[in-house]
């Protein structure tokens, strides 16, 4: 099993930056492609960006100029660095982590952080 735990979250003005974190444990041999999703009221869950153990990245067009994600393999942590933040944005973020052992499963979830940008 792994636990994810995240931080970071808050509230902050349009255009604005926050960082958030995601520190994994447990069985972190397991843990395979990482990153970030987004679910805000009345929508679906959605990606913002992953990040692949040897670095490749994926991002939501929306965020692709203004997000930044990065992963540290000895501390087990992924980051997702966020500047010009607009209302938009506003949701509760989620860390997720791909178990390499398990192709196409749900991995693991983390209990997600508020993220709320006001205008």
């Known amino acids: 099993q792994v636990q994810l735990v995240e931080s970071g979250g808050g509230l902050v003005q349009a255009g604005g930056s926050l960082r958030l974190a995601c520190a994994a444990s447990g069985s972190i041999f397991r843990l395979d492609v990482m990153g970030w999703y987004r679910q805000a009221p009345g929508k679906q869950r959605e990606l913002v960006a992953v990040?692949?153990?040897?670095?490749?990245?994926t991002y939501a067009n929306s965020v692709k100029d203004r997000f930044t994600i990065s992963r540290d393999n000895a501390k087990n942590t992924v980051y997702l660095q966020m500047n010009g933040l607009e209302p938009e944005d506003t949701a509760v973020y989620y860390c997720?982590?791909?178990?390499?052992?398990?192709?196409?499963?749900?991995?693991?979830w983390g209990q997600g952080t508020q993220v709320t940008v006001s205008s």
């Open positions: 990040v692949a153990k040897g670095g490749a990245t």
């Open positions: 997720k982590a791909e178990d390499r052992f398990i192709v196409g499963g749900p991995g693991y």
